[in-house]
Antibody, heavy 117, light 111 residues
Framework: QLQLQESGPGLVKPSETLSLTCTVS??????????WGWIRQPPGKGLEWIGS???????YYNPSLKSRVTISVDTSKNQFSLKLSSVTAADTAVYYC?????????WGQGTTVTVSS | QSVLTQPPSVSAAPGQKVTISCSGS????????VSWYQQLPGTAPKLLIY???KRPSGIPDRFSGSKSGTSATLGITGLQTGDEADYYC????????????FGGGTKLTVL
């Protein structure tokens, strides 16, 4: 059974870069059938899509975050990663990774990232 | 403000039926498949409906989806207290480059 697990620092200082990794287990990230993505949810608010990546490296980003976001994939480690630069308190959220085929059918449990000095 | 518009809240009694609407435009719902997600308190979202009206394995047929033009609807019959959750619609948008959009979410209360 495919599982996704987010990992990374839970606290990031303002103006620094948030870095998270999603480890895929129970299946290959190199499958041509899927995209892999990041979604976040600020406290008490709705879901916001950050971006997605295909195993070949093709990326799609939310236009509102595109200037600050980089998503990359490491097929040798079966992982994909998120970098969000110049963070502010508005980037405080639960960050989820997910697999996308027809809809986002597998999600990680989420990791809370707080931006604070 | 979300590209896809959902009512903030809906409510109904146990055993009743409820529908949740998701309104968009030709650049998103009008030309792409819609999926629906259930988020129980404190948990990750779960896929309920994909490709407008298909249910993943394990999702009961009490949950249904439909699409007409630039709007989509999630239906839930035989409401249970365990259905109390936030529900989100989502789809691709191609107005700029291709990107995914979620609705603002709808809080379902089972009275």
């Amino acid at each position: 059974q495919l599982q996704l697990q987010e990992s990374g620092p839970g606290l990031v200082k303002p103006s620094e870069t948030l870095s998270l990794t999603c480890t895929v287990s129970g299946g290959s990230i190199s499958s041509s059938s899927y995209y892999w993505g990041w979604i976040r949810q600020p406290p008490g608010k709705g879901l916001e899509w950050i971006g997605s990546i295909y195993y070949s490296g093709s990326t799609y980003y939310n236009p509102s975050l595109k200037s600050r976001v980089t998503i990359s994939v490491d097929t040798s480690k079966n992982q994909f990663s998120l970098k969000l630069s110049s963070v502010t308190a508005a980037d405080t959220a639960v960050y989820y990774c997910a697999r996308y085929s027809s809809g986002m059918d597998v999600w990680g449990q989420g990791t809370t990232v707080t931006v604070s000095s | 403000q979300s590209v896809l518009t959902q009512p903030p809240s809906v409510s109904a009694a146990p055993g009743q039926k409820v529908t949740i609407s998701c309104s968009g435009s030709s650049s998103n719902i009008g030309n792409n498949y819609v999926s629906w997600y259930q988020q129980l308190p404190g948990t990750a979202p779960k896929l309920l409906i994909y490709d407008n009206n298909k249910r993943p394995s394990g999702i009961p047929d009490r949950f249904s989806g439909s699409k007409s033009g630039t709007s989509a609807t999630l239906g839930i019959t035989g409401l249970q207290t365990g259905d109390e959750a936030d529900y989100y619609c989502g789809t691709w948008d191609s107005s700029l480059s291709a990107y995914w959009v979620f609705g603002g979410g709808t809080k379902l209360t089972v009275l």
